[in-house]
């Protein structure tokens, strides 16, 4: 009789990530991901093609939730909103800065960012989109993929939330 296995997905992304945050890109291996869940390396390839969908997988679905706590909060004041937003930026970032600091990572990942950043930024500038419309002075998709990629460059680059409002109020008066 087969052996029935539930939540393996989600057991493997887990396990992916730990290993990628604490050990490094180069240290985290199909074979210690499936040996860590006790599954068999075939089994994990069934659920992810490549070390690098693992950890895109993960990475995504940790995205995917940051940009729902940001929509809660997406028909407020615009300070509220874009405060949640670097807030939750600032967060993923914080997350995951052992990866982006990882230089097997940076080389493997360098080539697929120029095609991944303009979706993560029409992303998060869907997410701002009702608040840009409600109080920016501009309409259409520049605006929120404006302050999407001012709020992005600014949480990446550490600075505080406080500089970025002082710039973005004046967009939102």
Not at 65 to 86: D, F, H, N, S, W
Not at 89 to 102: E, I, M, N, Q, V
Request: with cysteine.
């Amino acid at each position: 009789m087969p052996k029935i296995l539930e939540n393996v997905r989600e057991r493997v992304l887990a396990e992916a990530k730990r290993q990628a945050l604490e050990n490094g890109y180069e240290k985290m291996t199909i074979r210690s991901v499936a040996q860590a869940c006790g599954l068999g390396v075939g089994t994990v390839y069934n659920y992810f093609p490549s070390k690098d969908m693992l950890i895109a997988s993960f990475m995504l679905a940790g995205w995917q939730k940051m940009l729902c706590r940001i929509r809660r909060e997406g028909q407020g004041e615009p300070e509220t909103v874009l405060r949640t937003a670097y807030t939750e930026l600032r967060g993923f970032s914080d997350g995951y800065r052992t990866l982006f600091a990882d230089r097997a990572a940076a080389k493997v990942f360098a080539a697929s960012f120029a095609e991944r950043h303009p979706q993560l930024l029409e992303q998060l500038a869907s997410v701002l989109q009702p608040v840009c419309e409600t109080y920016g002075r501009a309409q259409g998709t520049f605006f929120p993929q404006f302050v999407a990629e001012a709020l992005l460059t600014w949480t990446v680059g550490g600075r505080p939330f406080s500089d970025l409002y002082h710039v973005l109020q004046f967009l939102f008066a």
